[in-house]
C-alpha cells in the first residue's frame, strides 16, 4: 500500500508529466550504466580489482570471502596484479543498479552468459538443476519420465524453471515448494536438511546450491543427478545456463583483459567448482553465445 506521502508525489509527477510538451520524435535518454541518480561517481583505481558481491550467500559469497566466487575473484586479482576489494551487500531488486551500475564495484563475478544489464565474458561454467535424493532410499530418478518421480514427495522452489515440467508431466500434486528468496527463517540448506529428515524424497535445486549443501552435509548419503533440459518442450523449463564474468557495458577492455586470465586458469577454476560441489556441464556456446 503506498503511503500518503508517496502517492501525493506520484500525483504531483503526473501532473508535472501531463503539462509538458514535447517535439514529436523526441526521445527521453536512460544511460544504464549510471547507478543512483544524484549521488557522486565513485573514482575507479587501475591497481584495485572491486568486486560486487552479496554478504551472505554461501555457496557463491559472503563478507569472510568463503564463497567459491570469493576464491575466484582472488583467482583474478592476483593474476592481473590487483588488490581486492568487496563492496558487498544483498543481491536483490536494484542490485545491478545500486552496486556495479553505481561505481562502488567494477565487476560480477557470476551471472548469466548475455545478461542484457551488462557486458558478459565468454562462459567459464555451465550448470543445471539436479534430482537429489538418498542413495539408501532405492529410488532411481535420472529424467522427468522416472517411475520413482511418482511415488515421491518432491521439494522444489516455487515458481522455479523445474516445475514446468513438473506441471506438464502431472507432479505438482507431489510437489513441497520452497521459497526463493531466503531468510533466517529459510536458508538455502533448509531443503537438503528436509530431504535428510525424511520430510521430502526428492529435492530438485539449482545445482550450485544443491551440490554445495549436499557435499557439506552428507557427501556419501546423497545421490545427484542433472535434471534433463527442457527448453526444447517449453522455455519456461529451461534447466541449464552458461554463468560468465560481468562488467559495465562500456568497459570492454576490461573485460578483455578479465578474458585473458578465465582462459588461462580454466583448470583453476574447475578445481575451484570441484572442491566446493559445484556440478558443471560442458559449456554451450553455439545456441547462446556470450556478448564479448
Known amino acids: 500500500m503506498l503511503s500518503w506521502l508517496r502517492l501525493g508525489t506520484v500525483v504531483v509527477l503526473m501532473c508535472i508529466a501531463s503539462s509538458q510538451t514535447f517535439a514529436e520524435g523526441t526521445v527521453l535518454s536512460f544511460d544504464p550504466d549510471v547507478g543512483r541518480t544524484g549521488e557522486a561517481t565513485p573514482a575507479t583505481d587501475p591497481n584495485v580489482f572491486r568486486v ?49 551500475n553505481a561505481h562502488l564495484c567494477d565487476v560480477i563475478i557470476g551471472t548469466g552468459t548475455g545478461n542484457d544489464m551488462m557486458l558478459t565474458s565468454h562462459p567459464y561454467y555451465r550448470s543445471s538443476y539436479v534430482f537429489i535424493y538418498k542413495k539408501s532410499s532405492g529410488l532411481k530418478i535420472t529424467d522427468w519420465d ?44 533448509l531443503m537438503v536438511d528436509d530431504l535428510l529428515k525424511g520430510k521430502i524424497d526428492v529435492a530438485i535445486m539449482w545445482g550450485p546450491i ?11 548419503q546423497l545421490q545427484i543427478v542433472p535434471c534433463p533440459e527442457y527448453k526444447q518442450v517449453n522455455a519456461h523449463g529451461k534447466e541449464d545456463w ?13 573485460l578483455t583483459s578479465i578474458q585473458s586470465v578465465l582462459d588461462q586458469h580454466k583448470g583453476d577454476i574447475e578445481k575451484i567448482l570441484n572442491d566446493y560441489g559445484i556440478p558443471h556441464l560442458p559449456v554451450v556456446t553455439k545456441t547462446e553465445p556470450g556478448n564479448m
Open 146 to 189: 522416472s517411475p520413482d518421480l511418482r511415488k515421491a514427495k518432491i521439494g522444489v522452489v516455487d515458481y522455479a524453471p523445474p516445475t514446468r515440467p513438473l506441471f506438464d508431466k502431472g507432479l505438482m500434486g507431489n510437489v513441497v515448494a520452497y521459497l526463493m528468496m531466503h531468510d533466517p527463517s529459510n536458508p538455502p540448506d
Open 242 to 254: 552458461n554463468i560468465s564474468v560481468g562488467v559495465r557495458k562500456k568497459e570492454k577492455d576490461f
Open 52 to 100: 560486487c558481491a552479496d554478504k551472505d550467500n554461501m555457496p557463491y559469497s559472503n563478507e569472510k570471502q568463503q564463497g567459491f566466487e570469493n576464491k575466484i575473484a582472488e583467482l583474478l586479482a592476483t593474476s592481473m596484479g590487483k588488490k581486492l576489494e568487496y563492496s558487498f551487500g544483498y543481491d536483490r531488486f536494484g542490485y545491478i543498479r545500486t552496486t556495479l
Open 210 to 220: 544443491g551440490g554445495y549443501f549436499a557435499k557439506q552435509k552428507a557427501p556419501d
